[in-house]
Structures are given as C-alpha cells and as structure tokens.
C-alpha cells in the first residue's frame, strides 16, 4: 500500500515564504533588462498618451483618416503596455507606473502645444514619438540579448517592428 499524500495544511511553514527568483538569468542581468523595460513602459505610456490626445482633439480636414489611425496605433498601445509591464513583474520587480515615474523616466519630451487644427505639427509629434520608443526598445533588446533572456528579446523585437512601422507611416504623411 502507498503512503498517504502528506497534508501541506498539516507543516506550517510550507506556502509561507516565496521561493528566490532563479529563472536562469544572473540577478544582475534581471536587474539591468527590468530597468530597461522600465524606460519602455515609461516611452510606450507617454507616446500613447499623446496619440489618444490627438485621437480626442484633431480637428479639420485630416479629421476622419487620422482619427482612425491614431485609434488603430493607440489601442495597439495599449495592449503591449500591459505585456511590458507583466514582464517587468516576471523579472522580479514591481512596475514604477505612476506619471511622476513616467515623467522621470521616459526618454520623450514634453513637447510644444500643440493647436488642434495643426494635425502636421501633431503627426510630426508621434513620429519622433515612435522613433523614440524604437531607439528606447532596440536599446533593451540590446541588454536582453546579452543576458540570454529571450522572452523579452522576442517581445522588443515585436514592438520595434510596430513603432518603426508606425514611424513610417506618419512620416509618410508628411513627405
Ligand atoms: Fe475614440
């Protein structure tokens, strides 16, 4: 006859402390690839704030086809900001999410005011915004490669192929 399971109910100290992260990646690499995705988060939420801005107070004659676009862009956005910070989380940190933490630590400037009948002045802005978070993103993947950390190297890679496309396009617009 086999023994009994043992009840984990029955030894107190089982499930009471979280095991040491050791996912295979040296702590001091975790550190350096988290705080990487940390200046991407803080790019990627600042570039989608401002695209959905644009998206609410466009006006004039571009109205309709950059209304659309900058709704397509945003929610897109939206969505890898979350994958971003869970793998922050993954890493081992928590995520600095407030808008002081993105105001101290995205790479994008302010920027102008920007009038609501200026839709150019308001594409150029989220092109170097999309430039922006590409130098930011391709700058991680940078630091996640070296580290072997392939998950976040495969992540980066698919938001720098957004952002440079996104780059373009508004580019384009303006050419
Ligand atoms: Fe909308």
Same mark, same amino acid.
Request: aromatic letters at 8%.
């Given at each position: 006859m086999s &023994?009994?399971? *043992? +009840?984990?109910?029955?030894?107190? *100290?089982?499930? #009471?402390t979280?095991?040491e ?9 975790? @550190?350096?690839?988290a ?10 939420? &600042?570039l =989608? !704030? @401002?695209t959905? +801005?644009?998206?609410?107070n ?5 109205f309709n ?6 709704e397509?862009? =945003? +929610?897109?956005?939206w969505?890898?900001f979350d ?8 890493? /081992? =940190?928590?995520v600095p999410?407030? =808008?002081?933490?993105?105001?101290? !630590?995205?790479?994008?400037?302010? /920027?102008?005011k920007?009038?609501?009948t200026? $839709?150019?002045?308001?594409?150029? #802005?989220?092109?170097?915004?999309n430039?922006?978070?590409s ?12 580290a ?7 992540? !980066? ?8 496309? +996104?780059? $373009?396009?508004?580019?384009? !617009?303006?050419q």
């Amino acid at each position: 006859m086999s &023994t009994p399971a *043992k +009840n984990l109910k029955e030894d107190p *100290k089982v499930g #009471q402390t979280a095991p040491e992260i050791d996912i295979g990646i040296e702590a001091g690499d975790r @550190k350096k690839i988290a705080e990487s995705l940390m200046v991407v988060l803080a790019d990627a939420f &600042t570039l =989608y !704030l @401002k695209t959905h +801005n644009f998206h609410f107070n466009i006006t004039g004659e571009m109205f309709n086809s950059l209304h659309a676009m900058f709704e397509v862009q =945003y +929610n897109e956005q939206w969505m890898a900001f979350d994958e971003i910070a869970e793998r922050i989380r993954a890493l /081992g =940190y928590n995520v600095p999410a407030s =808008y002081e933490d993105f105001q101290r !630590l995205t790479s994008i400037k302010p /920027g102008t005011k920007v009038e609501h009948t200026d $839709w150019r002045e308001m594409v150029r #802005q989220l092109t170097v915004g999309n430039e922006a978070v590409s130098r930011t993103a391709r700058q991680a993947l940078g630091v996640a490669d070296k580290a072997g950390d392939d998950p976040t190297v495969d992540m !980066l890679t698919q938001r720098l192929k957004v952002h440079e496309k +996104n780059a $373009w396009m508004l580019r384009a !617009l303006l050419q």
